[in-house]
């Protein structure tokens, strides 16, 4: 293990997380970018199957969406994933489903036909 990787702070993204991608390139001193069945997308949403930290202390992510080729799986091992520091947590704002709600509640009325009271009841 690195001397360093004592001192990192992980976020540790847990299992189901949704979460963004926010670099998709080749980092420097890779010889090898993805192949285009495991390419991921800055901006794209994708969602932790599990995380793991490797031999050098980085924070491995699994995706469901997308999975590693075999020449990865041959050359990382249980570690081919993607490095944490290409992703950030997806931010679900509560809100958004209290404005859901409301806006739902919006359509009801405007679509709400009133029923016609029979004569004799009235």
Same mark, same amino acid.
């Given at each position: 293990?690195? $001397?360093?990787?004592?001192? $990192? &702070?992980? &976020?540790?993204?847990? *299992?189901?997380?949704?979460?963004?991608?926010?670099?998709?390139?080749?980092? =420097?001193?890779?010889?090898? @970018?993805?192949?285009?069945? +495991?390419?991921? &997308?800055? @901006?794209?949403?994708?969602?932790?199957?599990? *995380?793991?930290?490797?031999?050098? @202390?980085?924070?491995?992510?699994?995706?469901? +969406? &997308?999975?590693?080729?075999?020449?990865?799986?041959? /050359?990382?091992?249980?570690?081919? @994933?993607?490095?944490?520091?290409?992703? $950030? =947590?997806? /931010?679900?704002r509560k809100t958004d489903t209290g404005m859901a709600v409301l806006e739902q /509640?919006?359509?009801?009325?405007? *679509?709400?036909? =009133?029923?016609?009271? =029979?004569?004799?009841?009235?």
């Open positions: 293990m690195r $001397r360093d990787a004592v001192c $990192r &702070v992980f &976020v540790m993204y847990r *299992s189901g997380q949704k979460i963004v991608c926010v670099y998709d390139g080749l980092y =420097p001193g890779y010889i090898r @970018g993805f192949s285009a069945s +495991e390419q991921i &997308v800055k @901006g794209e949403i994708y969602t932790v199957l599990r *995380s793991i930290v490797d031999d050098d @202390g980085d924070e491995i992510l699994h995706l469901h +969406e &997308v999975c590693r080729d075999e020449e990865s799986r041959t /050359i990382w091992g249980d570690s081919a @994933g993607y490095v944490a520091t290409r992703f $950030r =947590p997806l /931010i679900e /509640i919006r359509r009801d009325v405007e *679509s709400y036909v =009133p029923h016609k009271i =029979p004569e004799d009841v009235r």
